[in-house]
Nanobody, 117 residues
Framework: QVQLVESGGGLVQPGGSLRLSCAASESIFSINIMGWYRQAPGKQRELVATVTSDGVTNIADSVKGRCTISRDNAKNTVYLRMNSLKPEDTAVYYC???????????WGQGTQVTVSS
């Protein structure tokens, strides 16, 4: 099993920036896709961004242009850099890891991001 631990959340002002980290218990190169999801109060969980084991990234339209996902294989860590934060970005952000063979996925415990003045 893969354990994922998120960190870096907190309270930021509108227009500010934040970098979230997701540390995995094993090499992220052995995981096909790692990504970030978020869930705001009263809303469904939604995709934010993903990065594959070969470095291909995908960003959700809702945050495209403001968010960047990256990975550091040596540190077994995936990052989510968020700029120009808006109050609607307020949510619990979850790290996710997916394997294709065998099919499986893992979730972190989440980290709270609050954007407010």
């Amino acid at each position: 099993q893969v354990q994922l631990v998120e960190s870096g959340g907190g309270l930021v002002q509108p227009g500010g920036s934040l970098r979230l980290s997701c540390a995995a218990s094993e090499s992220i190169f052995s995981i096909n896709i790692m990504g970030w999801y978020r869930q705001a109060p009263g809303k469904q969980r939604e995709l934010v961004a993903t990065v594959t084991s070969d470095g291909v990234t995908n960003i959700a339209d809702s945050v495209k242009g403001r968010c960047t996902i990256s990975r550091d294989n040596a540190k077994n860590t995936v990052y989510l850099r968020m700029n120009s934060l808006k109050p609607e970005d307020t949510a619990v952000y979850y790290c996710n890891a997916k394997r294709f063979v065998p099919r499986n996925q893992y979730w972190g415990q989440g980290t709270q991001v609050t954007v407010s003045s």
